[in-house]
């Protein structure tokens, strides 16, 4: 009896370890353009299209745009979030996320971001093609918005 007491022990904290050592990334979208679809691509893969995402496990270098009907796949001509949510293993090696006007991005429509949870409320707003919280050159790093928590989510709104 002690032996299947121990097993069921040592079966329900693997279970709790595995549990808390899961990593997990949601990205959410609110449009309130009143047109436009929402756009989460990684590489070649759209994986959403305004629903929210989760990612199970690092998501990393993904784009976000509002497909207006003039926007190329990878969001050429139009705004842009781009970003990648980890769990941080180091100092400084977690999540980060910006937004990118760099050619052939350009501005369309006002687009911003925001992390949620321990991270909150720590984001950016560009609302025009000059904003100085978008990358303009690869130069630019300063706007890069950075979250050194787990489990990072992230909410990108467009049309603030």
């Known amino acids: ?33 009143g047109r436009g679809t929402p756009t989460l691509i990684q590489g070649p893969n759209v994986l959403s299209t305004g629903g929210a995402f989760t990612s199970n496990g690092p998501f990393r270098s993904w784009i976000a745009y509002l497909q207006t009907g003039s926007c190329g796949f990878n969001g050429e001509g139009c705004t842009i979030v781009e970003g990648t949510l980890v769990n941080p293993t180091t100092a400084g090696s977690g999540s980060s996320v910006d937004l990118s006007l760099i050619p052939p991005h350009a501005f369309s429509v006002t687009t911003g971001f925001g992390y949620q949870g321990a991270c909150a409320p720590a984001g950016a707003d560009c609302n025009n093609a000059n904003c100085n919280t978008a990358f303009h050159s690869s130069g630019d790093t300063f706007v890069q918005v950075a979250c050194q928590a787990n489990d990072a989510n992230l909410v990108i709104t467009f049309c603030l």
Do not use: R
């Not at 022990?9 to 949601?26: C, D, P, R, S, Y």
């Open 1 to 33: 009896m002690f032996a299947s007491i121990k097993a069921a022990t040592f079966a329900v904290l693997a279970v709790a370890a595995g549990q808390a050592l899961a990593e997990t990334h949601t990205v959410s979208f609110v449009n309130n353009c």
